[in-house]
C-alpha cells in the first residue's frame, strides 16, 4: 500500500450493532472497512485480500493454520475486539510476522456489572427471582448480607480492578488488593496482601486479572480450600483462572457460600449460542447451573453500548496506527 492509498480493514465475527457502527464511523476515521459476520477461519482468509489489517472477536479460537493463511493473503495486523488475548497465540502471530494488538474500552461496563453480581449474589437473587417467577412470594429462611459488613479482596487492580475498587468505596467495605499496584487512582491506600492472605480473609472475592499461562487456576484445588469459610467469588475476568471443578466441589460442601460467574472454563462454542434443544457438552457448566447457590451469566459484562463505541473506534485506530508505523518504517 502507498501512502496516499486508503487504509482497509477486513473485519470478522461483525455482528448487526458491531457492523452499523464500522459503517458510520469508518469513513469519519478514513479507512476503508469489509464487513462480515463469520468468525475468521483458515476457509475465509482470502475475504482479508486486500487488507493488511483485520479485526476479530473473542468468541473464536484462532488456530496457528489460520494465522498462517492470515500471513499468505497479506495480514500484517490483528486487532481483537477485546481486552485478553487467549484466542490468539500472540508469539507464534509475531513469529510469522503479524502482529497482535488489544484494544481498550470504557473498563465502567464491568465494573458496573461485578459490583450488580456482587449484590445478587450477598441477596440470593437467583433464588428469589425463580421463586417469584412461579408466583411464590414468601422470604427466604437465609437473610442476606450487606457490603459494608464484608471484607472484600479485589485480585488485580488494572483499569477494571481500580474501577471496581472505586465502587467499593462507596459501600464502606474494607478492601484488600492482591497486585503491585497497591494505590488507586484518586491516591488513597489500599492494603495490599499476598494472594493466599487474601483469599483467607476476605468474605468476598473477584477476579480482574488476565488468563495466561501463569493465571490458569489461579484458583486451584488448594487455593479454594484457603478461602475463608463461607465466602463468596465473583469471576468477570476469564473462566479458566478458577478450577471449576474444584469450586463446585466446594459450593456443593457448603463451605463456599456462592459464586457469581460471568465467565465459566469450557464456555467457548456455548456461551453466545442458542443451547435450548441441544446436548450440554461442558459438564462443569451444567453442574454449576444446577446448584442453586451458583448465579451463571453468558459472558455479559462488557456488552454495553458505550463499550461497543470505544471498541470500534480504537479497532479503527489501532488500524490506522498500524499504517503509520508501517509507512514510517
Request: one cysteine or more; aromatic letters at 4%; a negative charge.
Amino acid at each position: 500500500m502507498t501512502h496516499s492509498e486508503t487504509p482497509r480493514i477486513t473485519v470478522y465475527g461483525c455482528g448487526t450493532d458491531e457492523a452499523a457502527l464500522f459503517r458510520g464511523l469508518a469513513p469519519c476515521f478514513g479507512v476503508q472497512s469489509a464487513l462480515t459476520d463469520a468468525p475468521v477461519s483458515e476457509a475465509n482468509t482470502e475475504l482479508a485480500v486486500g487488507s493488511r489489517c483485520i479485526s476479530v472477536g473473542h468468541k473464536t479460537p484462532i488456530t496457528h493454520a489460520t494465522l498462517r493463511a492470515l500471513g499468505r493473503a497479506g495480514v500484517g495486523y490483528v486487532s481483537t475486539r477485546s481486552i485478553g488475548y487467549n484466542h490468539i497465540d500472540v508469539e507464534y502471530a509475531e513469529s510469522i510476522g503479524v502482529s497482535v494488538e488489544n484494544v481498550s474500552y470504557s473498563p465502567d461496563s464491568v465494573a458496573d456489572y461485578t459490583l450488580m453480581l456482587m449484590l445478587m449474589a450477598l441477596r440470593d437473587a437467583k433464588a428469589i427471582v425463580r421463586r417469584t417467577d412461579m408466583h411464590d412470594y414468601r422470604l427466604s429462611g437465609v437473610r442476606g448480607k450487606e457490603l459494608r459488613d464484608l471484607t472484600v479482596g479485589v485480585i488485580g487492580l488494572g483499569r477494571i480492578g481500580a474501577a471496581v475498587l472505586d465502587r467499593l468505596r462507596g459501600f464502606g467495605c474494607r478492601v484488600l488488593a492482591c497486585d503491585n499496584r497497591a494505590v488507586d487512582r484518586t491516591g488513597a491506600a489500599v492494603e495490599c496482601v499476598p494472594l493466599d492472605a487474601l483469599l483467607r480473609r476476605s468474605d468476598l472475592v473477584t477476579l480482574h486479572v488476565p488468563l495466561t499461562e501463569q493465571t490458569y487456576h489461579l484458583l486451584d484445588r488448594q487455593r479454594l480450600a484457603g478461602m475463608k469459610n463461607g465466602a463468596l467469588i465473583v469471576n468477570t475476568a476469564r473462566g479458566a483462572l478458577i478450577d471449576t471443578e474444584a469450586l463446585v466441589e466446594q459450593l456443593e460442601s457448603g463451605r463456599l457460600s456462592g459464586a457469581a460467574l460471568d465467565v465459566v472454563e469450557g464456555e467457548e462454542g456455548i456461551f453466545y449460542a442458542d443451547c435450548r434443544n441441544k446436548p450440554m457438552e461442558s459438564k462443569g457448566l451444567l453442574r454449576l447451573q444446577e446448584l442453586p447457590n451458583a448465579l451463571i451469566s453468558p459472558h455479559t459484562a462488557y456488552y454495553t453500548d458505550h463499550a461497543l463505541r470505544d471498541t470500534v473506534e480504537n479497532s479503527l485506530t489501532n488500524c490506522l496506527t498500524f499504517e503509520s508505523r508501517n509507512h514510517l518504517g
